[in-house]
């Protein structure tokens, strides 16, 4: 019924008894006699009859319509529930949970604008605001939580003793607070939110959670499988992206780091920076505008990061280096994100300590081999060699061959042949024995070498540095170096005629350069030696330099001796552990130190 009706049904319910008692009044009056004495008497009772029936009907239909409201508030406070109920059904996001509830409270309630603020679940807590929304057509800043303003109700979301957020609600002008909702049914709507939210937030922890197990456990399973490490390291900065909705994402080991470290092959998401800091993106075309050796990683130096995260890499040796992500949004990491990065930055930490130990135990291998072999030259071949020449030599002083020139010349080359396959053997077994020695550092071990090579060849070495310590390198890298000096070293011996030679270390700005120099008689580059046996040695050399990613230049010329320069990239830093080397012996294939 509408309030049309029903006010004409109210006038006609008053109208009506009235209309009859005077209709009564005015029949007894016309057609019933009586004493005049009385008429008075009824009229006055007719007006209180009137008055009474008046008051009596207004009085019921004010109840009625009391009743009526109430139950169309009741109605309206029902819908509102339901509306919102509805809204948020089926929604497992918090965000839009919230969206859903406030578009659906403004519509029912008619308020101009709405806001939620959630706080960070417990354990969480950094600002302890999560999120905050507003949405109306005149939307603006709503003040703050007991402001004072009017026309604006704070409704608390909470499920019991536990508080989720607060709803405020900003009204039209001229509607009063209680004619909106009553409270019982705000706090219901607030209560149902809550609810909502919580289940939101555990849906999404939960989700989290998973898949951040499924992240580690692909790192994990990466550890254990001994995979390569820049793809393992590779893999914790796409998940560190990834998993904390970072737009930008890098590790960077340090340069005592990156040169202990075995990382084979070119990959575009690596670059290394001027002071041997090596950093991995987790896409592989992150560093392709990259120019040259930069001296600041570009991503983490990017203009449009407004917010970032760095956590350390760290091993009982020191700092391995660190692993940093990104936003453009500006939105700020809390304490969770700091957690988990920091519990990728522990499985990096592993997987470089693992490559390590994985490469002392290969080298610990290979200088057991080394010493094997060393062994065995010296009590087979060398052996054999010795005393072949030395029993050419007698007899070719016989006087049976004495006198028969064209068998003494045959005797005395193949004396010569064996003295000279003697001096290799006996450089190749000082080569695997000094190289191998893993009690002192490179230039310690270069100066034992070279002492001991002049002796042996006549040829008097002698090593010159600029650096006042230990240049730190891979022992990879290492082994190279050495075979590299030692080929150069032989090749000395064997071809340039020379009295001395020097071996000098310096150090460049992002290079380490290894000179070697005799006083020879030099060779012409362009000529046809460099396809005979010292031709092959130095293509050796220049294979063994690009495996390490260095250089290898010959400056040589006939009357003024030769310069070999190997170049190395990275600057020398103290070393914190005794380096080990690797490799074949002397003039062998490089292939055995990578067995």
């Known amino acids: 019924m509408g309030a049309s009706e029903l006010r004409r049904l109210k006038w006609l319910g008053v109208a009506t008894p009235i209309v009859f008692i005077i209709i009564l009044e005015a029949f007894r009056y016309v057609f019933i006699e009586e004493d005049p004495e009385h008429r008075a008497e009824h009229v006055a009772l007719a007006a209180v009859a009137i008055v009474a029936v008046l008051g009596f009907a207004l009085l019921m239909f004010y109840l009625i319509e009391h009743a009526q409201r109430q139950i169309v508030r009741q109605n309206r406070e029902l819908a509102a529930v339901n509306a919102v109920s509805t809204a948020i059904q ?3 996001g918090v965000e839009q949970i919230i969206d859903a509830a406030l578009a659906s409270v403004i519509q029912t309630t008619g308020a101009t604008e709405a806001s939620v603020i959630v706080f960070a679940p417990e354990g969480h807590r950094e600002d302890g605001i999560e999120r905050s929304i507003r949405i109306g057509s005149h939307a603006t800043e709503l003040p703050g939580l007991g402001s004072g303003i009017p026309h604006l109700i704070d409704i608390p979301l909470s499920t019991g003793t536990s508080a989720v957020g607060r709803m405020r609600l900003h009204l039209p002008e001229g509607v009063a607070e209680p004619d909106l909702y009553a409270s019982a049914t705000l706090q219901n709507i607030g209560h149902q939110l809550a609810s909502s939210i919580q289940i939101g937030q555990l849906v999404g922890d939960l989700q989290r959670r998973r898949l951040e197990g499924h992240g580690l456990l692909d790192i994990l399973l990466r550890i254990s499988n001994q995979g390569p490490l820049l793809e393992t390291l590779s893999a914790v900065v796409r998940h560190a992206r990834d998993l904390l909705h970072a737009d930008d994402a890098v590790m960077c080991l340090v340069a005592a780091t990156a040169q202990t470290v075995q990382i084979d092959g070119v990959y575009d998401g690596m670059l290394s920076l001027s002071d041997g800091t090596l950093c991995i993106a987790g896409e592989s075309d992150r560093f392709k505008d990259a120019q040259g050796r930069p001296a600041h990683c570009p991503i983490r130096a990017a203009a449009d990061i407004h917010a970032d995260l760095e956590v350390a890499l760290s091993s009982p040796d020191g700092a391995l280096g660190d692993l940093w992500v990104g936003r453009r949004s500006g939105q700020a990491y809390n304490e969770r994100d700091r957690g988990f990065l920091l519990t990728l930055a522990g499985l990096a930490s592993i997987a470089v300590t693992n490559a390590r130990m994985r490469e002392n135990e290969r080298q610990g291998a290979i200088l057991a081999e080394r010493e094997r072999i060393a062994r065995e030259m010296h009590d087979s071949l060398a052996q054999v060699l010795g005393v072949t020449h030395l029993r050419l030599r007698a007899l070719g002083s016989r006087r ?14 193949l004396a010569d042949i064996s003295e000279e396959a003697y001096r290799d053997v006996r450089e190749a ?3 695997l024995r000094e190289s191998s020695r893993a009690d002192r550092g490179l230039i310690e071990g270069l100066r034992a070498y070279l002492g001991k090579y002049s002796s042996q060849s006549g040829v008097k070495a002698t090593l010159e540095s600029t650096l006042d310590h230990e240049p730190t390198l891979s022992p990879r ?6 075979r590299v000096i030692q080929e150069a070293l032989a090749n000395v011996r064997k071809h340039a005629g020379a009295s001395s030679a020097i071996v000098r270390i310096t150090n460049g700005t992002d290079t380490t350069s290894i000179a070697i120099e005799d006083d020879g008689h030099g060779f012409d580059l362009t000529g046809t030696l460099l396809d005979r046996d010292s031709g092959f040695g130095l293509h050796t050399m220049r294979e063994r330099m690009e495996l390490i990613g260095g250089t290898l230049s010959i400056d ?8 070999v320069v190997a170049r190395i990239p990275g600057v020398p830093q103290a070393s914190q552990t005794p380096l080990e080397v ?3 012996p002397n003039g ?8």
């Open 90 to 92: 089926g929604e497992l």
């Open 400 to 413: 049976a061959v004495v006198d028969a020139p064209a068998v003494a010349t045959e005797i005395a080359e």
């Open 429 to 431: 077994i000082l080569g």
């Open 477 to 482: 890298s290492e082994v190279q170096v050495i």
């Open 556 to 563: 040589s010329a006939p009357g003024r001796g030769t310069r």
């Open 582 to 584: 690797d490799g074949g």
């Open 588 to 595: 062998s294939d490089p292939d055995l130190a990578r067995r």
